[in-house]
């Protein structure tokens, strides 16, 4: 019997071509979703895209000022997992932020805490 795939044709190594193919188009199972961070008069907002998502399938933590984003997506072609960590300035009002999501786009605005106003120091 002879082994026909070594057989050289004009097709041979095509299989071999349209396996690199093979996933292209299908979502990856772990990506890194595009966020955008801006600073307006003292105040940061971060938005990160989220398509597809919904609200209940996106978790936030916030510990040592390291601000992590994960959420997941199921559809009936593919389940996605996305994360994304951020550093954040100590001195943010991470108390007080403001987190929306709608469309897809998760919005999260921080502003710096309020300094102490210069006072005098009294000796006793």
């Not at 996106?58 to 559809?75: C, G, H, Q, V, Y």
Request: hydrophobic share 40%.
């Amino acid at each position: 019997m002879y082994n026909t795939q070594m057989i050289p044709t004009h097709f041979f190594g095509l299989n071999k071509f349209f396996d690199a193919f093979e996933n292209e188009g299908k979502a990856c199972g772990s990506c890194m979703p595009r966020a955008a961070v801006a600073e307006n008069n003292g105040q940061y907002t971060l938005e990160v895209d989220l398509p597809g998502v919904k609200k209940e399938d996106i978790d936030l933590n916030l510990e040592n000022f390291m601000l992590t984003i994960k959420a997941s997506r199921k559809s009936a072609t593919a389940d996605m997992k996305f994360e994304r960590s951020f550093k954040l300035s100590q001195d943010l009002d991470t108390e007080a932020a403001d987190v929306t999501f709608e469309n897809g786009l998760l919005s999260i605005k921080l502003s710096k805490k309020a300094s102490a106003a210069p006072h005098k120091l009294v000796i006793k």
